[in-house]
T-cell receptor, first 114, second 110 residues
Framework: QKEVEQNSGPLSVPEGAIASLNCTYSDRGSQSFFWYRQYSGKSPELIMF????GDKEDGRFTAQLNKASQYVSLLIRDSQPSDSATYLC??????????????FGKGTLLTVNP | DAGVTQSPTHLIKTRGQQVTLRCSPKSGHDTVSWYQQALGQGPQFIFQ???????QRGNFPDRFSGHQFPNYSSELNVNALLLGDSALYLC?????????FGPGTRLTVL
């Protein structure tokens, strides 16, 4: 069973702090990694994707991938109350992501306190 | 440019009934995937359609079936509904890169 594991949280950080969200996966053949944000009662919204080892930055968000450790993380700098949501980690077996099934973790609930 | 759309928004059915959910992909997207998200869980892959064919399927019973039309829109059909089928059903569309989700259909089975 290919699994994606995330701490369910809640992870609570003060406004302006860095939030660190972590994810591990069991399938070494995974090639594509995605972070989605899901507000309560809404559908998942794509934040970032990463394919290569290392860091990828987009505004306040940084995704980090370590394939050797089968670990992917999302850092949110200068956290805002509007970042309060569940963050879903997803992995795919191939590159690109569109042609493959996504396997999701259960998500981590992030709360940013004003 | 419209994103992924789904209908209906909410649906209430009773056990044993059948339901059809609909999805229109984002303009330019040719691949549609369906996911089921139970409360407190991550989305679970049901199946994916490309060029009107089911390309991949997750661990869901044959009660779950689908279709893709020439305009790339898609339907998800669930027969003989069970209480456990109550969930948010998500459609995701894609073209060569990432998958983008529609707003979902909330199905409640009584």
């Amino acid at each position: 069973q290919k699994e994606v594991e995330q701490n369910s949280g809640p992870l609570s950080v003060p406004e302006g702090a860095i939030a660190s969200l972590n994810c591990t996966y069991s399938d070494r053949g995974s090639q594509s990694f995605f972070w989605y944000r899901q507000y309560s009662g809404k559908s998942p919204e794509l934040i970032m994707f990463i394919y290569s080892n290392g860091d990828k930055e987009d505004g306040r968000f940084t995704a980090q991938l370590n394939k050797a450790s089968q670990y992917v993380s999302l850092l949110i700098r200068d956290s805002q109350p509007s970042d309060s949501a569940t963050y879903l980690c997803a992995v795919a077996p191939g590159g690109g992501g569109s042609n493959y099934k996504l396997t999701f973790g259960k998500g981590t609930l992030l709360t940013v306190n004003p | 440019d419209a994103g992924v759309t789904q209908s209906p928004t909410h649906l209430i059915k009773t056990r044993g009934q059948q339901v059809t959910l609909r999805c229109s992909p984002k303009s330019g997207h040719d691949t549609v995937s369906w996911y089921q998200q139970a409360l407190g869980q991550g989305p679970q892959f049901i199946f994916q359609y490309y060029e009107e064919e089911e390309r991949q399927r997750g661990n869901f019973p044959d009660r779950f079936s689908g279709h893709q039309f020439p305009n790339y829109s898609s339907e998800l059909n669930v027969n003989a509904l069970l209480l456990g089928d109550s969930a948010l059903y998500l459609c995701a569309s894609s073209f060569s890169t990432s998958q983008y989700f529609g707003p979902g259909t909330r199905l409640t089975v009584l």
